[in-house]
């Protein structure tokens, strides 16, 4: 069984950065992929970012990119997702997940979730 903890949310003003972390624990068996979702009231779980656990390579969904980074510290089994240039549309519950196979963004194929984080953005 894998568990995901999720970390960081909060309150940010407009431009600001937060990090959110993610840490793992149990196993995973053979290819498999980091994800980070998120849910704004209302509105369906959207794909944020990806990371492929093995060899670093990263994906981003259109909204976020160039304003947030994925990462990984494979010691310490945690993903971050380092989110910059904060903006009120940003403001949503942030899930981190594991996929087991090929990367795909659709949340209904990822096999592992964590509990989420607030994260909210005034402006």
């Known amino acids: 069984q894998v568990q995901l903890v999720e970390s960081g949310g909060g309150l940010v003003q407009t431009g600001g950065s937060l990090r959110l972390s993610c840490a793992v624990s149990?196993?995973?068996?053979?290819?498999?992929?980091m994800g980070w979702f998120r849910q704004a009231p209302g509105k369906e779980r959207e794909f944020v970012a990806t990371?492929?656990?093995?060899?670093?390579?990263?994906n981003y969904g259109d909204s976020v990119k160039g304003r947030f980074t994925i990462s990984k510290d494979n010691a310490k089994n945690t993903v971050y997702l380092q989110m910059d240039s904060l903006k009120p549309e940003d403001t949503a519950v942030y899930y981190c997940?594991?996929?087991?196979?090929?990367?795909?963004?659709?949340?209904?194929?990822?096999?592992?979730w964590g509990q989420g984080t607030q994260v909210t953005v005034s402006s």
């Open positions: 990371i492929r656990w093995s060899s670093g390579s990263t």
């Open positions: 997940a594991v996929r087991q196979g090929l990367h795909t963004t659709n949340s209904n194929l990822y096999n592992y």
């Open positions: 149990g196993r995973t068996y053979g290819t498999y992929y």
